[in-house]
T-cell receptor, first 112, second 115 residues
Framework: GESVGLHLPTLSVQEGDNSIINCAYSNSASDYFIWYKQESGKGPQFIIDIRSNMDKRQGQRVTVLLNKTVKHLSLQIAATQPGDSAVYFCAENIRGYSTLTFGKGTMLLVSP | ETGVTQSPTHLIKTRGQQVTLRCSSQSGHNTVSWYQQALGQGPQFIFQYYREEENGRGNFPPRFSGLQFPNYSSELNVNALELDDSALYLC??????????????FGEGSRLTVL
């Protein structure tokens, strides 16, 4: 079936480095993509989103890139901090429908 | 803090039992979605309730059922528990159906262990 998946299960970086987390999706009908951060013992927390009519969107220290040609999504975190350590999920949605489909997740470990 | 509260936070059941999980949505939100998150996996959509009616369902058997009350709070019921039902159950609320991203607010979850 169609699904959202991640390339790397764990990413270890040093504090101050830039981090890049990747995600592949396969549902060509998806038109809305979201990145969530989940800390241990907590629910997913919204980071940034992007619609399919865009290829880049920037937030505070984060940038999401969307490549519809190869169905690839990435999250870039600038100047990574220990507080960024968490599991990051990409999710896809067909706008207006109730189902949000999540990928498996990537654990980001930031060393001081 | 998202304003979405879930109870209980942790519980242990045995196979074959039934469980009820509860969720209070954020003030002003009329839509509640439930997700199951197995260890090491991403959340999976169970179903959504909007104005007390089921409004979309994922690939879960009928023993997973739900309710939404007039105050928009919600319950998730699971009958005939199986070992594979052990997971974190997440509730998310939004102003309207079909919303995700920054418009969807998750609670901290209820951790269910089935022995």
């Amino acid at each position: 079936g169609e699904s959202v998946g991640l390339h790397l299960p764990t990413l270890s970086v040093q504090e101050g480095d830039n981090s890049i987390i990747n995600c592949a999706y396969s549902n060509s009908a998806s038109d809305y993509f979201i990145w969530y951060k989940q800390e241990s013992g907590k629910g997913p927390q919204f980071i940034i989103d992007i619609r399919s009519n865009m290829d880049k969107r920037q937030g505070q220290r984060v940038t999401v890139l969307l490549n519809k040609t190869v169905k690839h999504l990435s999250l870039q975190i600038a100047a990574t901090q220990p507080g960024d350590s968490a599991v990051y999920f990409c999710a896809e949605n067909i706008r207006g429908y109730s189902t949000l489909t999540f990928g498996k997740g990537t654990m980001l470990l930031v060393s001081p | 803090e998202t304003g979405v509260t879930q109870s209980p936070t942790h519980l242990i059941k045995t196979r074959g039992q039934q469980v009820t999980l509860r969720c209070s949505s954020q003030s002003g939100h009329n839509t509640v979605s439930w997700y199951q998150q197995a260890l090491g996996q991403g959340p999976q959509f169970i179903f959504q309730y909007y104005r007390e009616e089921e409004n979309g369902r994922g690939n879960f058997p009928p023993r997973f059922s739900g309710l939404q009350f007039p105050n928009y709070s919600s319950e998730l019921n699971v009958n005939a528990l199986e070992l594979d039902d052990s997971a974190l159950y997440l509730c998310a609320s939004s102003v309207d159906p079909g919303q995700g991203g920054g418009e969807l607010f998750f609670g901290e979850g209820s951790r269910l262990t089935v022995l």
